[in-house]
């Protein structure tokens, strides 16, 4: 095995472990921000089971692992992963799929129209955020991937392929449709999938890697041997007190710099609140047909922009009374334990639709969520889980971070 080495990541650039400039311009807000995209759709994938015995592999420096992490150029690859999230969050398959509206009013859309595609993107990444599941995963540079989520007698497939972007599920017969926009060139910057999600270990990781600026310790902790591929293993952890992230293990793939396994442990204790690792991987070129994708006889197909025109896309509304939530966040403090400030300019938590305009099945999880809480910024609900908490004040302010209640409440007091 290789033996440990660390690396305390400074402020300062060269030789102290530290990323380029231009990786850390989002280092402010990637946490939260970053994780609370996995806690809000995220993708957890189980380890694979390491082979008796860990690899020896020659030594390396924390430092010079991460350099190789940043220099992988892996763009095409296949394989399995499997899917563990444990959030401490109740289960919302439910909430996925024909049911992606949940959280919109009752009755459906202004135009009365109910419901969307069972097939729409985001509503069906919302079942990844708990239980476990299993994905079949494939890629070929940027302009063509295909994700499946497998269930024992069904399967939800997403595949962008040269600009266009299709989703289908199989138990409904029902298939989603979009372009992307003019300029886009293929880059996958699709408007229709979801936005910068991460989908693979080395998508997390890299995201992790992102917040090591002076408030990270990162060691080197031995090797593993990972879907049939020698692994060395990174350990991340958080320097500053109050965050819920205890550590990040990434174990990166010795020929590659690929990441092959993710793990998220909770400063809480207990089992792993994301888990991320290929189970078979395959670095060669995938076959072309695999991104190829015709909806199948009497599938029912459902345009992007027509599910808009109709109000039908309730994964892209907003409720009325919610504001204005696509303006530049207020980020206050650094690194792990920095929370982002947003102003829904709304009444009650976060402004959002009334209990008794929602839903049964989405007030359940709200309620499930939330501890009520006051302090000198007034009253207000905070929503938590083993990862992410969230505090939504009653004048409608919402402060997020991957940091405890205490840690939300103290910040929202010192910024009133």
């Known amino acids: 095995m290789a ?13 102290t472990g ?32 390491a082979a008796a015995g860990d690899p020896d592999l020659p030594a390396i420096s924390a430092q010079e692992l991460i350099e190789k992490i940043a220099a992988s150029d892996t763009e095409q690859l296949s394989g399995t992963v499997k899917v563990k999230t444990d959030l401490g969050i109740p289960a919302i398959g439910g909430l996925g799929g024909a049911t992606a509206g949940a959280f919109a009013p009752k009755g459906g859309t202004e135009d009365g129209e109910k419901g969307g595609s069972a097939a729409e993107p985001t509503g069906r990444m919302m079942e990844l ?41 199989s138990a409904s017969n029902e298939a989603y449709h979009a372009k992307a926009p003019a300029g886009a060139k293929g880059s996958g910057k699709d408007q229709a999938a979801p ?3 991460p989908a693979t270990p080395q998508d997390f990781a890299r995201e992790a890697l992102k917040a090591a600026a002076g408030t990270t310790s990162v060691t080197v902790d031995g090797t593993a041997r990972i ?3 020698d692994a060395y293993q990174l350990v991340i952890k958080p320097k ?54 015709t909806p199948p006889k009497g599938a029912k197909v459902t345009e992007a922009d027509e599910s808009k025109a109709t109000g039908k896309d309730e994964a892209h509304k907003v409720p009325k009374g919610a504001g204005e939530l696509g303006a530049e966040p207020n980020v206050i403090g650094e690194g792990w334990t920095s929370v982002v400030r947003l102003d829904t300019g709304g009444k009650g938590p976060a402004g959002a639709v ?6 049964a099945q989405a007030q359940q999880f709200m309620d499930a969520l939330g501890d009520k809480v006051e302090g000198k910024f007034g009253s207000g609900t905070v929503f938590k889980t083993r990862l992410v908490n969230a505090l939504m004040t009653d004048d409608g302010k919402v402060y997020v971070g991957a940091v405890t209640k205490d840690a939300l409440v103290k910040v929202a007091n010192e910024t009133k």
């Open 3 to 15: 033996p440990n080495d660390s690396a305390q990541i400074t402020g300062e650039n060269g030789g």
């Open 18 to 49: 530290e990323l380029p400039a231009g990786r850390r311009r989002a280092a402010r807000y990637v946490v939260p921000v970053g994780v609370a995209a996995v806690a809000a759709a995220t993708i957890g994938l189980v380890p694979a089971l």
């Open 129 to 169: 955020a708990s239980g476990e599941h299993t994905l079949r995963v494939a890629a070929d540079g940027p302009a063509k991937q295909r994700v499946s989520i497998l269930d024992s007698a069904a399967e939800y497939s997403l595949i962008h392929n040269s600009g266009e972007v299709w989703a289908y599920d």
């Open 195 to 197: 936005k910068d999600l």
């Open 227 to 229: 879907a049939g591929r």
């Open 240 to 293: 500053q007190d109050g965050s819920t992230v205890g550590s990040v293990k990434v174990a990166v793939d010795a020929g590659t710099g690929t990441p092959l396994k993710f793990t998220l442990l909770p400063s809480s204790g207990g089992k792993a609140a994301i888990d991320i690792g290929f189970t078979k991987v395959d670095f060669s070129k995938p076959a072309a047909s695999t991104f190829d994708f």
């Open 354 to 359: 009334s209990s008794k305009d929602m839903p």
